[in-house]
C-alpha cells in the first residue's frame, strides 16, 4: 500500500483546511487511475489514501463529521438495507455518498406509478423495473468505490439470516408489520444492530435496536398484528420519507463511527404538521 500512498501522492492537489492547515486532497479521478494502475478496487484505493492521510475529495465535506478514521470505518463496513421503496432509497443515496463500502440491498419489489412522488430512484423510465436493481444502477452513477449486493426477492425470516450475515448494521426500511418484527429477531439473532424506520402521512418514527434491545418486539409481543399500519390511511408524501430516512442514515454513521449517541431504547418520533418531536422511551 506504500506504493498506492506514493503515487497519489504525486496527483494530490494541495489545499489549506478550515484551520489554515494543509491538506492533499485526491480528485476521483486519481483515485481511477490508480485502481486500474495497481489493480485494486476503488474502496481499496480510498482506504490506502485515508491511512496516508490524503482525502479523497469526495469526501471532504465528510471530514469533518466523521474524521480520518471514521471514514476509513464507514469504507470497511457493510450495512444490509431491507427495503428499497421510500424510506430504502433516499437512505442507500444517503449512505453511498457518505461512502459506506459495502451495500446489501434486499427487495423484492418493481417500482409502479404510485412510487414516483416520493421514491428516489423510480422515474417515469423505469416503471416495471426491479427497485434494487435501479438502486445498484444510482449507486454505480453516484460512487463507484461503494460495492452493491442486490436481492431481488421477498425474503422470509430464514432468507434474512443468510442474506444478512455479514451485514455490521442493519436497516429497516419496509411498509409491512409483520416483516418489521421478523427482521429485528433476524438482527437479534445476528447480533447485529437494526436502524428503524416508519412512516405515515406527515408523521415518522426512529429507533435504534441493539440486540440486547426489546424494540418494536417489545411494542406488539407475541399478538398478531396488522399488515400494515396507518400509512395505509394516511398516505405517504414525499417529504416524510426524506426525514425519516435521513435519521436512520446518521444512525448508521454513528454506530459504524462510534460517534455520538444512538436511539437506543429511545424513540423519536416527528410531527412535520405540527412541528413536535418526542422522544419515547422504550
Request: with cysteine; hydrophobic share 45%; proline share 4%.
Amino acid at each position: 500500500m506504500r506504493d498506492v500512498g506514493s503515487r497519489l501522492r504525486q496527483l494530490a492537489v494541495r489545499t489549506l483546511d478550515g484551520r489554515g492547515e494543509e491538506l492533499l486532497l485526491v480528485p476521483v479521478a486519481a483515485i481511477e487511475e490508480v485502481a486500474r494502475e495497481v489493480g485494486l478496487s476503488r474502496c481499496e484505493v480510498e482506504i490506502a489514501a485515508l491511512q496516508e492521510r490524503l482525502l479523497p475529495v469526495r469526501y471532504s465535506r465528510n471530514l469533518g463529521t466523521v474524521g480520518w478514521e471514521g471514514q476509513i470505518a464507514l469504507l470497511q463496513s457493510t450495512v444490509g438495507i431491507v427495503g428499497v421503496g421510500g424510506l430504502g432509497g433516499w437512505i442507500v443515496e444517503g449512505l453511498a455518498r457518505m461512502g459506506v463500502g459495502r451495500l446489501i440491498l434486499v427487495d423484492g419489489d418493481v417500482f409502479q406509478g404510485d412510487n414516483l412522488n416520493r421514491q428516489a430512484f423510480c422515474t417515469e423510465y423505469n416503471l416495471g423495473q426491479p427497485k434494487v436493481e435501479a438502486a445498484r444502477q444510482r449507486v454505480a452513477q453516484v460512487n463507484s468505490a461503494v460495492r452493491v449486493l442486490a436481492h431481488h426477492v421477498r425474503v422470509d425470516a430464514t432468507q434474512m439470516l443468510a442474506m444478512l450475515r455479514e451485514a455490521d448494521v442493519i436497516v429497516d426500511a419496509l411498509d409491512a408489520l409483520p416483516t418489521r418484527l421478523a427482521l429485528q429477531r433476524a438482527a437479534q439473532e445476528l447480533s447485529v444492530p437494526l436502524v428503524h424506520g416508519a412512516i405515515a402521512g406527515f408523521v415518522g418514527q426512529v429507533l435504534t435496536i441493539l440486540p440486547e434491545d426489546p424494540g418494536i418486539v417489545g411494542l406488539y409481543g407475541d399478538r398478531p398484528v396488522p399488515e400494515q399500519g396507518v400509512e395505509a390511511q394516511w398516505g405517504n408524501p414525499a417529504a416524510t420519507p426524506m426525514m425519516i430516512a435521513a435519521w436512520q442514515i446518521q444512525e448508521v454513521v454513528k454506530l459504524l463511527t462510534g460517534r455520538g449517541e444512538p436511539l437506543s431504547r429511545r424513540m423519536l418520533f416527528m410531527d412535520s404538521e405540527t412541528g413536535v418531536i418526542d422522544i419515547l422511551q422504550v
